[in-house]
């Protein structure tokens, strides 16, 4: 990698997992959008998985108890499936309509975020859901690393107990990403050049990151937090589009 793609990456990194050390999800959401400016996409997820590995077994694997092993073993299946087919796509696809449909994702779920929906009591989703929802978040973590959102609706919907519902959401994750780089190494994404040696480089900005968002997670006020994260996906999501748009097919 280039001395100066490196020097942009870096910062990159530490602000992705801030943002996950303060929320507990949306690294690769942060990261993956920016990175592919500058990256292929190809070498920018499965970059993102090894950092994700590491940071979320921190976080998310002291809560083995509150997980709901219910909601595991109907997820699980599904969200192996839908990783096979996004690893597929993501090893054989070209960059144009992969990079716009990131951006298009990315944007919808700023749009989402930003409203200020009045808050009503919805109804628990049946569990045949697991399998829609199982299968597409499959796809787009194994295409972007993108699929926390996805999950998050589905476990939202179903589980009522914060803790339980934070323990599951970061199983699933860490659960996603195992899947994920077994995956990426089968496919040969591993094999990439410079890949792991930039890994080993950057995993601690990744940790440094993780620290800092720790430290400033009750300090920034939540809703600011919230917007200014929004802010940031809307813009590097159009960048996402764009570059797609100039790709060749």
Known sequence: MPLESLAIAAPVIFLAYAVFGMTGFGAAMVAV???VQFLPLQFAVPLVVL???????LVGGRNWRQVSRGELKRLFPWMLLG?????????NAGAKWPLMLLGTFV?????????????????????????????????FS??????????????????????????????????????????FGSAGLYSQPEILSVAAVLLPVSLLGLFAGSRLRTRVPAEMLKRSIFVLLAIAGAGAIYRGWLSPS
């Open 142 to 183: 194994a295409l972007f690393g993108t699929g926390g959102p996805i999950y998050t609706i589905y476990l939202s919907r179903r589980l009522d107990a914060l803790d339980q519902f934070r323990a599951t959401i970061s199983v699933v994750i860490l659960l996603s990403g195992v899947i994920r780089a077994v995956a």
């Open 33 to 35: 959008p920016l990175l």
């Open 83 to 91: 990783i096979g087919l996004g690893v597929t796509l993501l090893h």
């Open 51 to 57: 950092f994700d590995l590491v940071c979320t077994a």
């Open 107 to 139: 944007l919808a779920v700023c749009i989402k975020g930003l409203r200020r929906a009045p808050a009503t009591t919805t109804a628990p989703l049946s569990g045949h859901w697991a399998f829609p929802f199982g299968v597409f978040g499959g796809i």
